[in-house]
């Protein structure tokens, strides 16, 4: 059973729809693509029929958070932790939460803090950030939920989010946590600004930040739809990020340590989704550049590592979606197939950690889900080896 997928499927895209063009990639068999790149497509085991796993992160150690559950019940976040440094072979386990039975996983720094939402036993949302113990972020002044969505490895962490007052009115929030045990501290910024000045502070949404404390995102724009924004480490000044001719909308999903981002652009009605990049420094009037796809209509950009790889997917010719690796040489970027698990129907990948040395080159970590035909989500894997020039 299909649940809300955050924004991955923006404007009634259907990228869980079958692809028949190529065959079913098995679990955990390596396979050798154009580009002397070994994959290993993984199912991490998290659920199993009746149920729904999506993860949401990864760290360098391969320690991947998200949620899970079956198919009429409350989700649960969880920690799929591998037995060895970036292995595929691990264990997982449920987080607690506030006593309302549900939760979500959705980000992890190196120092395996994790961070996401849960119930209360009033079924009201409350950011956390789960340590061993799971800290409860609050609920800005005035507002009436939080959601955190991403932590930092800077001392002290930041974790950036959004509170809710109503559907209709959600603001971004950085988050400041300092300490352990009894000396732990938890501050909250102000809410950040806007574009169009304080009417539309209630119309942002921030989905990650960096070492630096640079938050991306994005924000209504007052002529409408939403903007990709960032918001400067420090002042956290906003700035609206260019999109692509005929592009209306679009998002910011992830920035590595030097300031590039990625994201994706869109009509505001119909059309297709475009995955893009932001180079450093990028300015109001400073272009993205369109990242190459898989032959279909839509793309989307979800993580970057600081190596200037790019997780997401992209739909093929016939309309489903697949996980894809974007790499950069020579300042262009290629497209790989990541493949799906066996008996899937289509598979995306939502983040990634930084590549390690491996036996004749290195290898990068990534996860997402594949989707059966019957709407399940399997939380997936994938290890990709490639070759030193």
Sequence with gaps: MRRAVLLLCLGGLACGAPDTTSPEHPSELARKPAGASAITVIDLGLSRGGEDSQPWAINDAGTVVGERGAWYAPYRAFRWVPNAEQGTVGAALDL??????????????????????????????????????IHDLGVPSGWSASYAHAVNDAQ??????????????????????????????ISVSDPLPGLGGSQNVHSTEAWAVNEFGTVVGGAAHPAGGQRPVRWSAGSLEVTELALLPGQLGGFVYGVDAGGSMVGVGFPVSGGCLVALVWPAGSTSSTAPMALPG?????????????AGDIAGWATTRRGGSRAVLWTLDNGDYTVMDLGRLKGAVSSLATALNEPVAS????????????????????????KVSRSTP
Aim: aromatic share 10%; glycine share 18%; proline share 5%.
């Design 294 to 306: 898989l032959g279909g209509c839509a793309s989307e950009a979800r993580a970057i590592n600081d």
């Design 96 to 133: 607690p939460d506030f006593g309302g039975g549900s939760g979500r996983a959705l980000g992890i720094n190196n120092a395996e803090q994790i961070v996401g939402y849960s119930s209360t036993a009033g079924q009201s949302q409350r950011a956390f950030l789960y340590d061993g113990t």
């Design 156 to 185: 002290p962490r930041l974790v950036i989010g959004a509170a809710e007052q109503s559907p209709f009115a959600r603001a971004a929030f950085v988050w400041t946590v300092a300490g352990a045990g009894p000396e732990y501290t």
């Design 359 to 382: 036996p004749g080159g290195t290898s990068v970590e990534l996860t997402g889900w594949s989707t059966t035909g019957a709407q399940a989500f399997r939380g997936t894997l994938w």
